[in-house]
């Protein structure tokens, strides 16, 4: 009878285990009839096991069972949804328009436009006024309008900027303590380098005269040793490095390929540069890429020409690098990949002038600039885009939204705008990586732009294809300001979100060493091969391109549960300078293809 008991124990042993694992609820720890569970690797298999160890008292001996920590991985690991995404109006009028923004790592928005019309819809605080000159009576005058401002972007609150030297079509991007420097503009802020600190009531400091060269459309891009390069801009067929605060530049560095890849209607502005992994920099005008050594200032590599149209400035296509995904052993080289979208035939601009507008271009491009064979790979977007901007979603997806499906950039020179964002899947089979989202109702045409938010929305604001603030065009001057939330924000799949606990996460990074992330998913049981933690680089974007943005997919070391719902992973940080530039990204846990909200971190 006793060992009928005893026997019957083991059984019902048995079936308790069973049960917990198929109803996905395991405990850490448990003690029952005589079994305890413990913790082991099972031969070199990536997924942490649960043990148990069971006591037959038929036999005198005892079962050992393992038990996954984890639940299994599942093939298809991304969570499906048919939503198409949400727009929100969140601010009806931004103060100045949207033509250049960055996020800082304070959580608000730098939005700013041209000086050059002394007007907007906001005035500075305080009476505040600066002097001008008349460009044609050469009379002195006044303007004693905002022409930034700083937007919270959980408020919607406005703050007022001063800025003098014009930073039309400038360009920019975050120091390594997250201040944002920008760069050249337009007449007198063509030589112009200017900083805005994140302190609370910060305001715009400029040194007219740091830069050796007039920049006008030019690029600017953050190098390995947190420096930036500076390069092209109207008629200027060169680069150089930002000055460090105060100083001035005397000379710049030739570069006869700007030269090279200019045309009619120059086609090479705006030019796409991305720090590949190797510390070179990519370097993209018109139609034509090299790699230049920002150490020799010698170019390395030219790759092959990209057919089908001009991809710069008026032409403006879109460019990013796609995910960098590490590995806790790293090749030699990380492999990383420079994606080109859209733009528009040569002669687009000019005829565009005449009132005449060419389609846009409808195509994508990859090439693996890592890769010494590497050639152009295309595919066919659903629908044509000039002058739209393409961000990296902390997901490892990509959206494209904003600009024409005709024309070209600068003034009156395009039509048929592109309500339709579109979502790219860089990873799915080549035929399953575009989809179409939830359209805007409002045209973003010319200077209009776009950011990725900690919260996984993307704001949107700008357009202005009009000299001047002119309400009564056919595609007005627009002020309102959205969000939109991509697909992963779907309500249906709120519950799948993580959370990651900020004040137990460790946000001070050092190259390649672990870090220590903790969040909760309101799941029992979670592979970690269902999990992917990404660091982004907020860019500045204006004119259809975003400067210095980059997405890393960062390697998993280990990951434990802490209690109910919680879970510490273990990720090691990027392992160079040149994989990741010194300074801010955000920071996020993704559960299949459901990202958290993102936590501030730095690396140094």
Same mark, same amino acid.
């Given at each position: ?6 026997? +019957? $124990? /083991?059984?019902?042993?048995? #079936? ?22 413990? =913790? ?41 949804? =048919?939503?198409?995404?949400?727009? !929100? $109006? ?12 960055? #996020? ?30 008349? !460009? ?18 959980? +408020? ?22 997250? +201040? ?28 007219? +005269? ?111 690098? #796609?995910?960098?995904?590490?590995? *806790? ?63 990296? $979603? ?76 002119? /309400? ?28 990651? /606990? ?21 799941? $029992? ?26 997405? #890393?997919?960062? *390697? ?16 090691? *940080? ?31």
């Amino acid at each position: 009878m006793a060992a009928a008991s005893s026997s +019957t $124990l /083991f059984m019902l042993s048995l #079936l308790l285990v069973t049960a917990q694992y198929n109803s996905q609820f395991l405990l850490p720890q448990l003690v029952f009839a005589g079994g305890r569970f413990h =913790d082991f690797n099972e031969n070199d298999n990536e997924e942490k096991y649960f043990g148990i160890t069971i006591p037959n008292p038929l036999t005198g001996e005892s079962t050992h069972f393992g038990l996954p920590r984890f639940a299994p991985q599942v093939e298809d690991h991304a969570y499906k949804t =048919d939503y198409q995404g949400l727009w !929100e $109006l969140v601010s009806k009028d931004s103060g100045a328009n949207a033509m250049h923004i960055n #996020l800082l790592p304070n959580n608000k928005i730098i939005m700013f436009d041209a000086t050059a019309f002394h007007m907007s819809t906001m005035k500075l605080p305080n009476g505040q006024c600066f002097a001008y000159k008349e !460009e044609k009576t050469g009379m002195q005058n006044k303007d004693c309008w905002c022409h930034a401002v700083e937007f919270d972007i959980d +408020t919607a609150k406005l703050r007022p900027l001063k800025i003098q030297w014009d930073p039309w079509c400038s360009s920019g991007g975050l120091a390594a303590d997250g +201040t944002l420097v920008s760069t050249g503009g337009w007449l007198q802020g063509t030589r112009t380098v200017r900083y805005m600190r994140t302190c609370e009531n910060c305001d715009w400091k400029e040194y007219q +005269t740091a830069l050796a060269d007039a920049r006008w459309y030019a690029t600017q891009a953050t190098l390995a040793n947190g420096d930036f390069i500076l390069v092209g801009g109207r008629r200027s067929y060169s680069y150089e490095y930002v000055p460090q605060e105060g100083a001035s530049n005397q000379n710049s560095i030739k570069f006869p390929f700007l030269d090279e890849t200019s045309d009619l209607d120059e086609n090479n502005l705006y030019p796409f540069v991305h720090l590949s992994t190797d510390g070179n920099v990519f370097i993209f005008a018109n139609n034509r890429s090299v790699l230049l050594n920002p150490k020799t200032n010698a170019i390395i590599k030219e790759f092959p020409v990209l057919d089908g149209g001009a991809r710069n400035y008026p032409s403006s296509g879109m460019s990013a690098l #796609l995910p960098i995904k590490l590995e *806790a052993n790293n090749d030699e080289v990380i492999p990383v990949e420079v994606i080109v979208c859209g733009g528009a035939k040569p002669a687009a601009y000019g005829l565009a002038q005449k009132g005449t507008f060419l389609p846009a271009l409808d195509d994508c491009n990859r090439l693996e600039i890592t890769n010494p064979e590497a050639t152009w790979e295309k595919e066919i977007m659903p629908s044509a885009r000039v002058m739209g901007d393409m961000l990296n $979603l902390p997901n490892g997806d990509l959206l494209i939204l904003n600009g024409a499906k005709k024309g070209t950039s600068a003034w009156y020179s395009a039509d048929h705008p592109n309500f339709t964002p579109v979502l790219y899947s860089p990873d799915e089979p080549a035929d399953q990586r575009f989809k179409e989202l939830e359209p805007s109702t409002i045209p973003r045409m010319y200077h209009s732009a776009s950011a990725v938010l900690p919260d996984g929305r993307v704001l949107v604001g700008g357009s202005n294809p009009n000299a001047g603030y002119n /309400f009564k065009a056919k595609y007005p001057t627009e002020m309102r300001i959205e969000k939109f939330s991509p697909p992963y924000l779907d309500p249906a799949l709120a519950e799948h979100r993580p959370e990651i /606990f900020v004040q137990s996460s460790e946000n001070s990074l050092t190259y390649g060493q672990t870090f220590s992330v903790q969040f909760s998913v309101n799941k $029992l049981l979670v592979a970690r091969k269902d999990i992917k933690v990404t660091m982004y680089a907020p860019p500045f974007t204006t004119h259809g391109y975003s400067m210095n943005q980059r997405l #890393l997919e960062l *390697a998993k070391l280990d990951m434990d549960r802490a209690f109910h719902g919680a879970y510490k992973i273990d990720v090691m *940080a990027p392992p160079t300078s040149a994989v990741a530039p010194p300074g801010y990204y955000l920071l996020f846990v993704v559960y299949r293809g459901v990202p958290s909200m993102g936590m501030w971190v730095q690396i140094k």
